[in-house]
């Protein structure tokens, strides 16, 4: 899961379907989705959002939701 | 000739727009600058150009992005300016791609190809262009190159033909346009493939539109035999996937023939900048000493002694230049009096604190020009989410701490229809810089070793509200599971000197208008009020008809603290504008600066009292401008009514509560 993945390490993302709809789309908006290649870049305290970089931007999303994305360690 | 301007946010539309119109509008470096379309006219020529809210795709998720869908199904308009981020090609091309299906003239602007070419992104433009069958115009809209070209072009160009660029998405989409297109004979003017798309896609707008034309049930059977033929076919969960994935081959094969990518492995600065910005231990504090630098700047520091100056003057040589020239001219003692004690005294009592609230503007500004703006709302989550909202919650509560109006507004980029609800009734607790006045006033009266502190202690007070209520609301009144956070973080960018000037400028000139007609007026009228009454003009100040009014209040008023027809009187022309309460405060104490104004103050409230009154001014009512907007945002009279019933509530049991047990404790 992306949630368990360390600050700094790349992964392939290989499924979104257990992410809420609305995350789902807007992730697909931002261009993250199956296959795109992700890294964490820092995880705020406290159960906070953690910071994703994908294809050089950076996108926030909540660690529940981290929760729900399958990766793989590159 | 009309033209839609659109592109993903942060690509730099909002500052196209000003340097192609030369006109100015309001930019910022985070997703939702622009909430409503604004038109303005082309520097050279007669073109009007339209700005749009920033999409991702023309299926819209939230408010503002409606906006957009509903222009291009609705509205009129000759050719789109799509303008694109070079540096993030793969992401905005499926924007693109929609707008071209659209099959209107379209001419691309590929923006920011220096931040590209410093990513190692090198774009072939002209082959770019061919693929696509649109111009291409490389730009950076930050320092205005080559804009000229692409304003001289977009108007000159007589008739750009429709690119015949097409995705293919295979046989069964086909059919399915041609059987969209037999059962609409012909009714719509739109492109059918982009509606039969779109449809797919699952736009509710383009549903709805199609819905005006064909009877729902035969729509929706229409959607579920396609998305069938076309699952069973393709490896794809969803009807959506497979539209993109489609769009993703092509712009995958578009960017193979038109860009070369060099690898290189060194750490963006915005990175680096992140690394400690929004650091795990880090990024709270950082935020935090970020806003006492803001106040203290404002309140301390800086502002109190420009707006020190500016009395000086206003109540030195303007007011004895209008004395003298008043009677040179021979005025009447009633003229003498409407001047120097209601216009001078009204007026000029807001305009001394214009330079505080420009320098509040302006740090507002450089928050979010640089684009820190939504690494507080990363910041924030955690904590919002505790109260039932997210992140970006906190973004039109930051805006609000210049004015309620664009704060409110700027809700609409919140996806979820609860969440955003919760932020237009709490946005009106920020603290607004009208409200600034008023604390700079009597902070300079009661409070004067501790000035920054007490007003920090107002607008973290307006903050806790906030964030208790939005508690209190969501586990009552609006109850819903779904919360919702994903927000991008846009590259920090190093705010331009003239840009940001402009920024500060637009915001608070609304502050100087105001001023000059709306305070104008309402000194004139309130000084009429103090001078009449009903036993005819020039009478004492406690018989006038603006003590009879101010009176029925004070009673009520009187547990807080402030309980003075004086006060009554200036916290109800506080409803009009918050500002206003100064003005009227400076004509019925009938002063004629705000140095002799504070020693007069403490005659009348204690210091317990002060701190009530202010946090009554604080929380009591939205202003008028605010509520209207909350009415047009909500749409419901009932919730406008919820928004100033609640506050007044909130406001005067806090009052209550701090002046009484102020006085027990013996302050």
Partial sequence: MLAGLRIGKRAKIIDTSGADRLVRRRLLDLGITEGSEVCIKCKMPFGGPFMLESCGQCVGIRRREAQTIKVEEL | MDIALLGNPNTGKTSMFNNLTGSYEYVGNWSGVTVEKKVGLLKKGTASLIDLPGVYSLNPLSKDEGVVTNFLLHDSFDRMLNIIDASQLERNLHLTIQLLEFGRPLIIALNMVDVASKRGIEIDV?????????????????????????????????????????????????????????????????????LTLQLLEGNHYVKAYLQSFIGREELETFILDTSKAILSNYEEKTIDHFIYHKRQEAIGELLR????????????????????????????????????????????????????????????????????????????????????????????????????????????????DSGYMARVALVMDRLMEHVGLNGKAFIPMMIGFGCNV????????????????????????????????????????????????????????????????????????????????????????????????????????????????????????????????????????????????????????????????????????GFLAKEAIISTMNIIYFVPDEASLQGLLINSFSPVAAYSFMVFILLYIPCLATVATIKKETGSYKWTCFSMGYALLIAYLLSFLIYQFGTLLGF
């Avoid at chain 2, 404002?298 to 020239?325: A, M």
């Fill in chain 2, 126 to 194: 002209d082959r770019l262009a061919s693929q696509l069958g649109t111009k291409v115009v490389p730009v950076i809209a930050r320092s205005g190159r080559g804009c000229d070209e692409l304003a001289e072009f977009v108007t000159t160009i007589e008739s750009p033909s429709i690119s015949s660029f097409t995705v293919s998405y295979g046989e069964e989409m086909d059919g399915a346009i041609e059987r969209l297109a037999r059962m609409l004979e012909g009714k719509v003017h739109h492109s059918v493939r982009w």
């Fill in chain 2, 257 to 368: 023939n038109s860009t070369y990518t060099e690898e290189e492995n060194k750490q963006p600065l915005s990175e680096k900048i992140d690394a400690v910005i929004t650091n795990k231990w880090l990024g709270l504090p950082i935020f935090f000493v970020i806003m006492y630098f803001l106040f203290m700047l404002t309140f301390d520091w800086l502002g109190f002694p420009l707006s020190d100056i500016l009395d000086g003057i206003i109540s030195g040589p303007i007011t004895g230049g209008l004395e003298g020239f008043l009677s040179f001219i021979g005025a009447s003692s009633f003229i003498h009096a409407l001047v120097l004690d209601g216009i001078v005294a009204g007026v000029g009592g807001v305009l001394v604190f214009v330079p505080q609230i420009f320098i509040l503007f302006f740090f507002i500004s450089l928050l979010e």
């Fill in chain 2, 406 to 573: 664009p704060g409110v507004m700027a809700a609409r980029t919140i996806e979820t229809p609860r969440e955003r609800m919760l932020t237009v009734l709490l946005t009106p607790l920020m603290s607004c810089s009208a409200r600034l006045p008023v604390y700079a006033l009597f902070v300079g009266a009661f409070f004067v070793s501790h000035k920054a502190l007490i007003v920090l202690s107002l607008y973290i007070l307006g903050i806790v509200v906030a964030l208790i209520l939005a508690k209190v609301f969501s586990t009552t009144i609006l109850k819903g599971e779904t919360s919702f956070f994903v927000i991008e973080l846009p590259p920090y960018r190093i705010p331009q000197g003239k840009a940001l000037w402009k920024s500060t400028w637009e915001k608070g000139k609304g502050f100087v208008k105001k001023a000059g007609t709306f305070i104008f007026a309402g000194s004139v009228l309130i000084w009429l009020l103090s001078y009449a009454g009903p036993q005819g003009l020039n009478v004492e100040m406690d018989d006038s008809f603006l003590a009879m009014i101010g009176g029925v209040f004070a009673p009520l008023l009187a547990p807080l603290g402030f309980g003075t027809w004086q006060a009554g009187a200036s916290l109800l022309t």
